[in-house]
């Protein structure tokens, strides 16, 4: 039985990838479209294309509508028939998403799956955008929206560089956790013309009371949520490692919405305007007049 | 053909607990062993069950030396009742005296079953049959433990060597009557099917009663070893036990022994 | 009391007869299995499903449906079941090794050594699914013949007890460290493979792992005796001729060669383990003639339901089947507990 089960299988799969490689070829623009990936998510909104979406993940958050979506799960974790129930004739697929597998499988029914780079990097959000726009079928739209980021990102890098020493403390379980290097906080705050005192470390790791101290930030940046659940700006800055450093002394305790400092999606330049044009980050450290 | 040990020395945990000790189990004879508490009786029984490997010495079953018999061969040839079984699963007595047949898984079910069934008739527990073994008392529990043993003694297979029974204390948990009964069930077998039994047992006037020879361990050697007239004297006694004792001749049992402690 | 009295007197005495049992369970089984294939995230009208699955794919409408039934969803269930099953009896073994209710698998090492495996593929190499099971294989493998070499030292199945916390302390230790170095993506990838999940089934996998389950499960099946005799206790099994050493080590290496590619292809699955072999003990009785084997049949019908849970309860997403199995078999655990009854 297990093998005519086996033999039923191998025609199918064969039968299947005949008809993915038909449906390769776009040649109706895809009607329903799942996204895998917050800022994948949000470019496609962004595009104007968010009536084209019927599902997403759970790390898609922005903008509102967003959430208003079916979510299959955590982008990492993808389960292939709950993508399947949604009829989807095309899958956006995060390179972070997966397990690989998953991605794999749904090829395999007939399902285009585009993989959308999804790095920490400037150069990656601008691929991703031309990639999204590109498999939505709108690349002219995809042009404008990349030209308009960059546009927006040399403005706000134009602004001054305080060249202060910064960190971006995350604390969602209870254990504070710095952004080291490589993390979508790290790139913010460079861009923001900030040092991230944390730069050699690899992603987020915990940070001591102790550590904080010694490397002394003059700007520390908190996502909104991780404020809240420290309790609030004053018993943040109250707290034994924040209170002896310099941010605290000199009120420079940036608290910042969560998507935008820790992602890397088209409102970027927002984010990082938004610190430049803090009042104490702007005071902090040597000011310069940035090239180009 | 016995079960035997020859200058038999063993230590444990660094302690020298049994030296120089000889003795056979003879089939058809019931052997009593005796001795204090820490004189080496269950260290005995248990290198004659094959757990314990000797320091000095012999240990042979019917000619073949216990260290070099696979534990299935001596299963087949000697069967085992523990001091205290402990049993804390969930098992029907069936099923506890079927463990009996366990060395011989020639025997097909129906063979079993009979096999089951008359153990238990001759431990007197036919009646238990049916029921859950950990529901039971403790002196049930003993006597199906027994009836378990008997299966392993009486389990039908092809060799005709001697079979060997050895019995640590079996009786501690029965009340008097079903003291009495094991023990001549026991001797019975022995004398009526060539079983050759070691049993340990404290009641002095019990080993005297249904023992065919004795064995009185003190300190780790054998202070005496023959027909209980032989073996009970007041001195014997004196020297194993720490005890003045009378010995008489039993007023109603000819040929036995009557002990009686001051 | 003649003979044939006796033996008629003697007939077995059973909590439940075993045979209706086995066959209750398997019935059940197979009912579960094919109601687990029918429902899932994408709807499929039932005369439609039963018609593919009958009798294959034969119109051009089915595409979807064939493979979601066939493709997806029938390797899944009967992963489940396979899985499911082998848990279970490999827990049975382990409470019968170490005569002790709450024994599973995972006390030699098998699930840590698993998991260390896992890990180290996830954080050191960028192999994906294809270096993480082999990995993971051999960890559970290494660590429960490190736990059984040292565990030889001492004397009695505590030996082999206090070796398999000193490996799982060990495993559990490196495996934290191994988190520490772990980058954003490789944490949620780590979070995921420990909660379990079946979503790698697939023909393949099935056609490995389904033979080889089947042959060592069988094979344990085959030491029922010396199952039974250790509940006697140790001295008395080894006076009905089972030598303690030989019958540890089969045991443990059945449990090992049976849940290792499980650990490896599933991740963490907790709880079958534990909790099913009770449930039939307290069916059943305790003697492993009917115990194996119905574990198994029982424990592949607890997985598959709990993976049919898991696949619907938050539709279009799924739970890992390991949460599933926590937060079911936990609380009933508990409740069993409570009730207090002997095991």
Redesign the interface.
């Known amino acids: 039985m297990a093998a005519s089960l086996l033999k039923t299988a191998l025609a199918i799969l064969a039968t299947a990838c005949l008809a993915g490689a038909a449906h390769a070829a776009p040649d109706a623009p895809a009607r329903r479209v799942v996204t895998l990936g917050g800022t994948v998510t949000e470019i496609a909104y962004a595009l104007g294309q968010g009536h084209r979406l019927v599902g997403d993940d759970l790390s898609s958050l922005y903008p509102e509508a967003a959430t208003k979506l079916p979510r299959v799960g955590y982008y990492r974790a993808v389960p292939v028939e709950g993508v399947l129930a949604l009829k989807p004739d095309l899958v956006l697929a995060s390179d972070q998403s997966g397990p690989p597998a998953a991605l794999a499988r749904l090829r395999e029914t007939g399902v285009r799956v585009e993989t959308i780079s999804d790095q920490p990097t400037v150069q990656s959000l601008d691929d991703r955008i031309r990639q999204v726009a590109r498999a939505l079928g709108v690349p002219e739209r995809g042009e404008q929206l990349a030209g308009s980021v960059d546009a927006a990102l040399r403005d706000a890098r134009a602004l001054p560089d305080s060249h202060a020493r910064a960190v971006l403390i995350m604390n969602r379980t209870g254990t504070p956790l710095g952004a080291g290097g490589g993390t979508a906080a790290s790139l913010v705050l460079e861009l923001a013309g900030l040092v991230n005192v944390l730069a050699d470390q690899q992603g987020y790791k915990p940070l001591s009371a102790e550590a904080l101290g010694a490397l002394a930030p003059q700007v520390i940046v908190v996502p909104r949520l991780s404020l809240e659940a420290a309790g609030g700006l004053d018993k943040l800055r109250a707290s034994p490692g924040v209170a002896a450093t310099p941010a605290a002394a000199r009120q420079c305790i940036v608290a910042m919405d969560d998507l935008l400092v820790l992602g890397t999606g088209p409102r970027l330049p927002q984010a990082i305007r938004t610190l430049k044009e803090t009042d104490c980050v702007a005071r902090q450290g040597q000011p310069t007049r940035p090239a180009g | 053909m016995s079960l035997r040990t020859t200058d038999l020395a063993l230590s444990r945990g660094g302690a020298r607990i049994l030296s120089g000790v000889s003795l056979a189990i003879e089939p058809g004879r019931v052997l009593g062993l005796l001795g204090a508490n820490g004189a080496g009786k269950s260290t005995l029984l248990a290198a004659l069950a094959g757990e314990l490997h000797a320091d000095e010495g012999a240990i042979e079953l019917n000619g073949a030396a216990l260290s070099r018999l696979p534990l299935r061969r001596q299963a087949r040839q000697r069967a085992v009742l523990p001091q205290k079984p402990s049993l804390s699963f969930d098992l029907g007595v069936h099923e506890v005296v079927a463990m009996g047949a366990y060395p011989f898984p020639e025997l097909d079910p129906v063979e079993v079953d009979e096999l089951v069934g008359a153990a238990l008739a001759l431990a007197g527990v036919p009646h238990l049959a049916q029921r859950r073994y950990p529901e039971l008392s403790g002196g049930e529990q003993q006597r199906v433990q027994f009836a378990r043993v008997l299966a392993q003694c009486q389990a039908p297979r092809d060799a005709d060597t001697p079979r060997y029974l050895l019995l640590d204390e079996p009786i501690s948990s029965l009340d008097p009557k079903h003291q009495i009964e094991l023990l001549r069930t026991t001797a019975g077998l022995a004398h009526r099917q060539g079983l050759g039994v070691l049993v340990i047992v404290h009641d002095v006037n019990l080993a005297a009663r249904w023992c065919d020879r004795l064995v009185m361990l003190g300190n780790g050697t054998v202070v005496a070893d023959g027909t209980p007239d032989a073996v009970l004297t007041p001195a014997n006694l004196r020297a194993v036990y720490d005890i003045d004792a009378d010995v008489l001749p039993h007023p109603t049992l000819p040929g036995r022994l009557l002990v009686l402690p001051h | ?1 003649s ?1 044939a009295r ?10 439940a007869a075993p045979p209706a049992v086995l066959a209750g369970l398997g019935a059940a089984a197979l009912l579960v299995t094919l109601l687990a294939a029918l429902s ?4 499929i009208p039932l005369a439609d499903a039963l018609r593919v699955l009958a009798a ?2 034969t119109q051009p409408d089915d ?2 449906w ?3 039934l ?6 899944r269930v009967l992963f489940a079941a396979v899985a499911g099953a082998a848990l279970a009896i490999a827990g049975a073994a382990m409470q019968a090794l170490f ?1 002790n209710p709450l024994a599973e698998p995972g006390l030699v090492g098998i699930s840590a050594g698993g998991a260390l495996g896992a890990v180290g593929a996830i954080v050191l190499t960028t192999g ?2 294809a270096v993480t099971a082999p990995a993971a294989f051999a960890g559970s493998l290494l660590a429960t013949a490190a736990a059984y070499a040292v565990g030889r030292r001492v004397s009695g199945v505590a030996g082999l007890l206090l070796a398999g916390i000193a490996i799982n302390t060990v495993a559990g230790s490196l495996i934290g460290l191994l988190t ?1 170095m ?4 490789q944490l ?2 780590l979070t ?1 493979w420990s909660m379990g ?1 079946l ?2 089934a ?2 393949p996998l099935l ?1 490995f792992l ?1 033979p080889w389950t089947l042959l060592w499960s069988a094979w344990l099946m085959r030491q029922w ?1 010396a199952m ?2 250790l ?3 140790e ?2 099994a ?6 303690l050493v030989t019958v540890r080590y089969k045991l443990v290496l059945a449990t090992a060669l049976i849940v290792g590619p499980l650990v490896a292809a599933t991740g963490g699955i907790g709880f079958v383990g534990l909790v099913v072999p009770h449930l039939v ?1 307290m069916t059943l ?3 492993h003639r009917w115990l194996l084997p119905a574990s198994m049949l029982a424990g592949a019908l607890a997985l598959t339901l709990a993976d049919w849970l898991a ?1 619907i309860v ?5 739970l ?1 089947i390991g949460l599933v199995t926590s937060l079911v078999g936990g609380p009933f655990f508990l409740w069993l507990l409570a009730r207090g009854r ?2």
């Open positions: 009391m003979l006796a033996s008629r007197l003697a007939r077995p005495a059973r909590r899932g995230a994408v709807h294959g794919p595409t979807l064939r493979n979601v066939l493709d997806i969803r029938l390797p005569r994906g699914f520490y772990a980058s954003d993506a949620r990838d995921f999940s979503a790698g697939s023909w056609a389904a005796r039974n005799a509940l006697l206790g001295r008395e080894q006076h009905l001729g089972f030598a003990r009785g305790a003697d696949r938050v539709i279009p997403a799924e890992p002997k095991f």
